[in-house]
């Protein structure tokens, strides 16, 4: 009897090892058939980039009795349009992010970048530079992206740019000159590269908007003369 109950033991053991080698071998197979019919299935998507791309300011008139200099400090964003992907509305309160289209290079730096073109070429001031924290200037203009969207409510789709800024004197620390705009436009094609299209379009009037009424006297003022 006591030979009898051992092998019985024995043999159920045996029998719940195979049980148990048998699932292991099922679950492995079956992670792998899975595995094989998602990559056969489906195809790995990549995201696409974008950057805006503004015609290049003409060259600066000639200087006459310019004298300021201005350094023009990185512009302030909202953080959700730092995250890289382009940005759309839905509604006023809403924000949604494209997930495979996104922007090649950060829009404050852009930004950043065709102000400096833009307040150089304009011919205003004897120098202008990226903002480094040096005294060796008298004007800081330091500005902030506020808006840089595709708008899809209120009919039709269109994008939306605002901004701001404001110059600084750097010995007395007075704001010589402010201002802000918004600027929209319509969406003709309505994908995403007509959408980043009307982007650059809107950007550009914006950024014009934003600088034409700079303040004349800043370059040719009081201060200027009397620092050089």
């Not at 990549?46 to 003409?58: E, G, V």
């Not at 730096?109 to 200037?137: H, L, Q």
Request: aromatic content about 8%; proline content about 7%.
């Amino acid at each position: 009897m006591r030979l009898s109950k051992g092998t019985g033991v024995l043999k159920c053991f045996a029998a719940r090892r195979r049980m148990s080698i048998t699932r292991i071998v099922t679950i492995v197979f079956s992670l792998a058939a899975l595995v094989i019919l998602t990559s056969c299935g489906g195809r790995m998507r990549y995201p696409n980039y974008y950057t805006l791309n503004l015609p290049a300011p003409p060259d600066p008139p000639p200087a006459e009795n310019v004298h300021a200099t201005v350094a023009i400090r990185e512009f302030r964003a909202p953080a959700y349009l730092k995250q890289g992907a382009i940005v759309y509305k839905p509604s006023p309160e809403q924000i949604g992010f494209y997930a495979y289209q996104r922007w090649a290079i950060n829009p404050s730096e852009f930004v950043t970048n065709s102000v400096i073109e833009r307040v150089s070429a304009s011919g205003n001031f004897a120098r202008v530079k990226p903002y480094d924290g040096r005294p060796d200037i008298e004007y800081v203009l330091s500005g902030r992206l506020e808006k840089l969207e595709e708008i899809d409510y209120a009919g039709g789709v269109k994008v939306e740019v605002a901004l701001s800024a404001q110059m600084t004197n750097l010995a007395t620390g007075a704001t010589v000159w402010t201002n802000a705009v918004s600027e929209v436009g319509d969406v003709n094609k309505r994908d995403i590269a007509g959408v980043v299209s009307e982007m650059n379009r809107t950007m550009e009037r914006a950024i014009s908007k934003l600088l034409s009424p700079m303040p004349a006297d800043v370059a040719t003022g009081p201060t200027a003369a009397k620092r050089n």
